[in-house]
C-alpha cells in the first residue's frame, strides 16, 4: 500500500498523526543530514503499522519533506 507522509525533522519527539486527507504526518527529531531523518520515518512507520523495518520502502521523495512509501 502507497503512504504520502508529510515528515517534520527536528521535532521535540517521535510522532505519528493521521491528516484529514487520508495521509501522515510523520514529526522525528532526527536532523535532514545523510539520510538520517529517512531512516527514522522508516522506523517509526514500521513500529506505527506493526511491520519490521524491511518491509517499509521510500518509494519518493528522499530530499523532500513530502514523501511516497510502500508498506
Request: avoid cysteine; hydrophobic fraction near 40%; charge should be positive.
Amino acid at each position: 500500500m502507497k503512504i504520502a507522509v508529510r515528515v517534520v525533522v527536528r521535532a521535540k519527539q517521535n510522532s505519528v498523526e493521521l491528516q484529514p486527507d487520508g495521509s501522515l504526518r510523520v514529526r522525528v527529531t532526527a536532523a535532514p543530514t545523510d539520510g538520517k531523518a529517512n531512516d527514522a520515518v522508516i522506523k517509526i512507520l514500521a513500529k506505527y503499522f506493526g511491520r519490521p523495518k524491511t518491509s517499509v520502502r521510500l518509494i519518493s521523495g528522499a530530499t523532500t519533506r513530502t514523501k511516497i512509501f510502500d508498506v
